[in-house]
């Protein structure tokens, strides 16, 4: 059976024609150098409710490091919150700043986000107030949220060890520490309880926050679209407190097999992205402690969120598997996924919360079978559509379902302004394009926010920077490339009310307003 929502206080996607927005957190205007859950978060849900739209899409939320670039996509934990997204502003309201300490914010640009630079004064800014918070009588829900967050022991300590070795990865940590062994980890436990206290506190904030974002957005009738990365990261505490669960050398502790995908039209090597794989099975059987992480982890995600789009879900059908010492993704081999009966195991927490299926790529029946299966919605991409023929799946006239959600780009996507003037855009792409839209090709953006929100697909969505028409300079992500990545912010004085009331007459048009 397809799963459905049970939830009666909510609206289901597949219930009627909707749009949003793809925005992430960190792209938002404000003061701090990158966007937080906070004021300019709550501006962010009005413009989006003015704009007459039903739904908020933004990437992970976990925590970020300049080892990887920053990317949402390689987190150091899969349930922890980005102590970055946290708003000063909150820290006040809990009297933990005063306005006075936010006085002296350096200058940070408002067209980018300057990581090493935000890093530097949100920490200073972080620990100034958890010595205010030590001083003060330990809340009641600061104590009820760290016995109830199970996931947050592994993470504060993975953290605070991370700190003290220097930021290597835990496989270069003891050998006692990074094997787990017991007597270590207490020793550990009660060497680095302040840090420990420290990085709970950061989660706390963290998750008053985001309860409160949440809330605001549902009072406002948004609904929130999270991002699942299916895998995790090597140097994560997923992964160092959750040893069984991954495919590692017995000796080195490091991934025997990592993920990403064969080679095709687009790289003669295909793409090696270095997670680890997971050991699905254990003598032949499913492995539960695998799927009860998975259980934890999607509860996780249904504390912050409505609907959740998971990468790469073909993944889960069947996967590509490359030998660790292998430097490209050449000699992989495809292995069988755990398929439906890993959904099914999910059943407890999927009928809560709904899911997208990112079903790009090399995408064979039996993974479109395993989606339909699941009755999950899967991805129109608009920027796909005009490559080939008038039987491309991507074109709105081939869509036959409305159980699909359509975008005209997602973050890997250059901007459509961009793909339209970029010169390696094949020619006969563009006139394609411009021939379906009856256009000269002058605001191809809206072009194609008309094509997506005119199409079947129950839900269109938009990231920010085609409905404001921006070029490739505020691309967010170059797939394969790891610097210039998650940088983009949108400066306030673009979200105009004339942008929005441009954006809610599209929408009300093509019957999606709430």
């Known amino acids: 059976m397809p799963f459905t929502t049970k939830r009666k206080d909510i609206t289901s996607i597949k219930d009627h024609r909707a749009s949003g927005i793809l925005m992430h957190i960190t792209s938002l205007p404000g003061p701090f150098g990158i966007g937080e859950a906070g004021p ?43 102590p970055l997204l946290i708003s000063p502003d909150l820290l006040v309201d809990l009297g933990l700043l005063s306005r006075k300490d936010l006085e002296t914010t350096p200058g940070f640009s408002k067209y980018l986000v300057e990581f090493e630079k935000v890093v530097l004064f949100k920490r200073k800014l972080f620990h100034h107030a958890f010595r205010a918070f030590r001083s003060k009588v330990t809340p009641t829900d600061f104590e009820l949220f760290c016995h109830g967050a199970k996931w ?57 926050q985001w309860k409160r974002f949440k809330k605001e957005a549902h009072e406002r009738g948004i609904r929130l679209i999270g991002d699942l990365p299916i895998y995790v990261a090597p140097d994560s505490a997923d992964v160092w407190a959750n040893q069984d669960c991954f495919l590692l050398d017995p000796d080195r502790l490091t991934p025997s097999f990592v993920a990403g995908v064969p080679p095709d039209y687009f790289s003669k090597t295909g793409q090696r992205w270095g997670n680890p794989i997971y050991r699905w ?33 073909r993944g889960f059908e069947a996967y590509w598997s490359i030998p660790a010492s292998e430097k490209t993704a050449v000699n992989g081999k495809w292995i069988k996924g755990p398929g439906k009966n890993f959904f099914d195991a999910m059943a407890p927490v999927l009928k809560e919360l709904e899911v997208i299926a990112e079903d790009l790529g090399t995408i064979t029946p039996e993974v479109i079978r395993l989606r339909d299966e699941m009755g999950f919605p899967g991805m129109k991409v608009l920027q796909f ?28 996507n250059d901007t459509t302004v961009g793909w339209y003037l970029d010169p390696n855009t094949p020619p006969a792409a563009k006139a394609r394009a411009v021939r379906y839209a009856h256009s000269d090709g002058s605001a191809i953006h809206w072009d194609f926010v008309r094509m997506a929100l005119s199409s079947i697909a129950c839900l269109a969505v938009i990231p920010t920077q085609d409905i404001l028409g921006f070029g490739s300079d505020c691309r967010m992500n170059h797939p394969s490339t790891t610097k210039g990545n998650w940088i983009w912010r949108c400066a306030p004085e673009f979200l105009t009310d004339a942008v929005a009331a441009s954006l809610h007459d599209e929408t009300k048009f093509y019957a999606r307003t709430p």
């Open 40 to 82: 300019e978060a709550r501006a962010f849900i009005d413009f989006l409710k003015e704009a007459g739209q039903s739904y908020w899409q933004f990437l992970p939320l976990g925590p970020t490091s300049a080892a990887f670039g920053h990317s949402p996509y390689m987190c150091s934990s899969a349930f922890a919150g980005n």
């Open 385 to 412: 559509a005009f490559d080939s023929d008038e039987k491309n799946l991507y074109l709105p006239h081939n869509y036959d379902t409305t159980n699909c959600v359509v975008y005209t780009g997602t973050h890997d």
């Open 152 to 208: 947050l022991e592994d993470f504060v300590l993975y953290q605070a060890l991370k700190e003290n070795f220097g930021g290597l990865p835990w496989q270069a940590w003891p050998r006692e520490l990074a094997s787990r062994d017991p007597q270590a980890l207490e020793e550990a436990k009660g060497r680095f309880k302040i840090q420990i206290q420290f990085h709970q506190f950061l989660q706390y904030c963290f998750d008053v």
């Open 281 to 313: 099975s254990v003598n032949g059987q499913a492995n539960q402690a695998l799927y009860r992480w998975w259980l934890a982890r999607l509860k996780r995600l249904a504390e912050q969120v409505d609907v959740i789009r998971i990468d790469h879900f």
